[in-house]
C-alpha cells in the first residue's frame, strides 16, 4: 500500500507460504528491478544482518503477508535479526503506530498482534481512540491506566520518531517493505518485477529476495 493510498477504503486478503519449490526468474532477483540498493547504506551491528519490515496494523497488504512474514522469521539463522517497524503516514495510522509502541513497551505486542490485526481486518473496528485500544488489549492483562501511560510516555514517542527516521532513511514510501541489512530494500510489490501475481506469489518473491540479500551481505559480495 503506497502512502497517498492510505485514505483510501481498505480490503482484506489472506495468505500462506511454502517457499521450497519456488524460485524467482533465471539468473536470481535483479537490482533496480526487484530490489533496490539504499544510496547511503546504514550503520549496522557487526556480525548481525538486520532485517526490518516496515508496516501499518491497518494496512490489508500487510496483514496478508503476516502469516508468512511470521512463519520465515520463525526460522531465522543465528546471524539474522528481524524486528517491525511501524510507519506513520497519516494522522490514523500515527495512531496505531503509537499502539504498536505502547504494547512493545509492555512486553505484550507479541502476544496481541494477531489481535489488532483481526480487530481492524475482521471485525471492522477503526482503533481510532486509547479508550477502543485499552478496551481491545485489556484481555492481555493490560490495565487501561497502565495502557493509556505507556501510550503517552516519553519511551513511546522517542521510538515513534525512531522508527519515522528509519522509515525515512530507507525512503519508505508503501507498506509492506522489507529492509535488509541496512543497504537494500524490497517488498512483495517490488518484487514481482513487473509481473502480475496473486498476493501469494508476490509474498513469497518478497521473502527469497530478502534471502537473496542476506545470502549476498553474508558472503561480502554486497
Excluded at 544510496?39 to 549496522?44: E, N, R, T
Excluded at 512486553?107 to 481510532?128: I, M, Q, S, Y
Excluded at 492481555?140 to 522509515?167: D, M, P, R, W
Amino acid at each position: 500500500m503506497k502512502r497517498r493510498e492510505f485514505s483510501a477504503q481498505l480490503g482484506l486478503g489472506t495468505l500462506a507460504l511454502s517457499l521450497p519449490g519456488l524460485s524467482l526468474a533465471q539468473g536470481g532477483p535483479v537490482e533496480g528491478r526487484h530490489y533496490q540498493r539504499l544510496a547511503q547504506p546504514l550503520p549496522g551491528t557487526p556480525g548481525k544482518i538486520e532485517v526490518v519490515e516496515f508496516f501499518w496494523y491497518g494496512c490489508p497488504h500487510c496483514n496478508t503477508f503476516e502469516p508468512a512474514l511470521a512463519d520465515w522469521a520463525a526460522k531465522l539463522p543465528a546471524d539474522v535479526s528481524f524486528r517491525h517497524v511501524h510507519v506513520a503516514f497519516n494522522a490514523r495510522v500515527r495512531q496505531h503506530q503509537r499502539l504498536f509502541y505502547a504494547l512493545e513497551a509492555l512486553g505484550k505486542e507479541k502476544e496481541a498482534r494477531a489481535r489488532v490485526f483481526a480487530a481492524l481486518h475482521l471485525e471492522g473496528k477503526p482503533l481510532d481512540s486509547v479508550k477502543a485500544m485499552a478496551e481491545l488489549v485489556a484481555p492481555f492483562g493490560i490495565e487501561a491506566a497502565k495502557f493509556e501511560q505507556a501510550y503517552n510516555s516519553f519511551g513511546v514517542q522517542t521510538k515513534c520518531q525512531q522508527a519515522e527516521k528509519l522509515s525515512e532513511a530507507y525512503r519508505i514510501d508503501g507498506v509492506p517493505a522489507i529492509g535488509i541489512g541496512g543497504r537494500f530494500l524490497t517488498s512483495p510489490a517490488m518484487a514481482t518485477g513487473g509481473q502480475r501475481m496473486s498476493e501469494l506469489e508476490s509474498g513469497q518473491r518478497a521473502l527469497q529476495t530478502t534471502n537473496f540479500l542476506i545470502e549476498r551481505l553474508r558472503s561480502g559480495k554486497a
